[in-house]
Each structure stands twice: as structure tokens, then as C-alpha cells.
């Protein structure tokens, strides 16, 4: 499986867009990029996935360079709300219950 | 109930008690999941169910015993565990061959072994 690396914490302000860049040297050809957002004590929840180029949704960006081997989450204009802590995960789940491997995330704090 | 619902929210058990945490997914989805996240740790899958058949177990002690009694329910049994079993416990559900490849989180079990 991948292995993720991603920055263990990043400090914002109100409406600033937030990039948050993950590597994954080793991605397989079949691994997807996921993120997913986690609030303490609660279950991660889903932001965006991606296998190559661009995806946009109505909450953030996923850009993910040709080599793919690694990808920026793009929160535009965060807020208060918005502090939690990001997943980026890659792994082949789109057969045989696939097996997700979280990593220890990257902890964002958006300050007033 | 909508999503992924996970009962009871919190439990305090002995290390001789046997108890169960229960999961059900409200969505139609073909695979489940168990994960464990320790304070201040990431996520470590444990068990995922696919089509109602374990397909993976991460290793996981034998004091926890999972079961999956139709394509809704996960159950997970507890049985003899140690204080550093102590931790969130969190179900998910994912529906396989149908993109985005979204697993779907219950809000989670808060477990205290004492």
C-alpha cells in the first residue's frame, strides 16, 4: 500500500484559501487519492477524491499532477468551522472492500 | 435513521466483561468496516466485511470477535479486553464498484476498559 506524508499541522486565518500537499511516491496505477475531514470524537467524513488532474466540488479541490505522486487539497476561504484534521489516503478501493490505511493526518487550526 | 448509525455511544467495561458494539447502515451498501482510533492517534483498520464475508483482519487480538449478520448490521464482540483497548470505535459502509469510493463513517463508540 501507498504511503502517505503529509505536514502534521498548518495555522490559518478566516478566509484565506488553505493548501494542504500530499505525497505518495509509491501510488499504484489502480489507488485513488481520498481525503476525508475528522472532527474530535466524531467519524471522518468524506471531502473529495480524485485519480488524476483536477476534481472540484462545492467544498474544496483536489489537484493531482501527472506523475501523481502527490496531490494539494485546496480549501477555498476557510472558516472557524473548518479546523480539523485531513486525511489524504490512497489505496485501490474500488473492489474487495478495499483497505484504506489513515495517517496521522494533518491538524489545521483557522484562527478569527 | 439515516447513514450510519453506532450504538451505544459510550460504554465502561471490566476487563472480564463481555460486551458488543452494534453498527447499521441505512444506505445499501455492500461492504463494512471497523476501525479503532486511539487518542491522538490515526485511524487503524481492523476488520472489513465484504458482501457479508470477512475479506480482511489487520491482525486483529482475538478478544475482538466481529460478525455481520446481514448486509446492515456489523456487530463487533468484546470479550477479556485490556485498559489500552481503550478508544473510539468507529464503524463505516461503502457501496464496492460504484464511484466515488466513499466509506461512510458512524458517529462511533466511545469504549472505556477499566
Known amino acids: 500500500l501507498a504511503k502517505t506524508t503529509q505536514p502534521i499541522s498548518m495555522d490559518s486565518y478566516e478566509g484565506q484559501e488553505v493548501n494542504i500537499t500530499c505525497s505518495h511516491n509509491n501510488i499504484a496505477t489502480n489507488d485513488y487519492i481520498t481525503w476525508y475531514q475528522q472532527f474530535p470524537s466524531q467519524g471522518p467524513r468524506f471531502i473529495i477524491q480524485?485519480?488524476?488532474t483536477k476534481v472540484t466540488n462545492e467544498v474544496a479541490s483536489l489537484f493531482i499532477p501527472a506523475d501523481r505522486k502527490s496531490s494539494t487539497l485546496s480549501l477555498p476561504r476557510v472558516s472557524l468551522s473548518d479546523t480539523a484534521v485531513y486525511y489524504c489516503l490512497v489505496g485501490d478501493i474500488s473492489n474487495q472492500g478495499g483497505k484504506l490505511i489513515f495517517g496521522q493526518g494533518t491538524e489545521l487550526s483557522v484562527k478569527p | 435513521e439515516t447513514g450510519v448509525t453506532q450504538t451505544p455511544r459510550h460504554l465502561v467495561m471490566g476487563m472480564t466483561n463481555k460486551k458488543s458494539l452494534k453498527c447499521e447502515q441505512h444506505?445499501?451498501?455492500?461492504?463494512m468496516y471497523w476501525y479503532k482510533q486511539s487518542a491522538k492517534k490515526p485511524l487503524e483498520l481492523m476488520f472489513v466485511y465484504s458482501y457479508e464475508k470477512l475479506s480482511i483482519n489487520e491482525s486483529v487480538p482475538s478478544r475482538f470477535s466481529p460478525e455481520c449478520p446481514n448486509s446492515s448490521l456489523l456487530n463487533l464482540h468484546l470479550h477479556a479486553l485490556q485498559p489500552e483497548d481503550s478508544a473510539l470505535y468507529l464503524c463505516?459502509?461503502?457501496?464496492?464498484?460504484?464511484?466515488?469510493?466513499?466509506?461512510?463513517f458512524g458517529p462511533g463508540t466511545r469504549l472505556t476498559v477499566t
Open positions: 463505516a459502509s461503502s457501496q464496492e464498484g460504484q464511484a466515488p469510493y466513499e466509506q461512510y
Open positions: 444506505l445499501g451498501h455492500n461492504a
Open positions: 480524485g485519480y488524476k
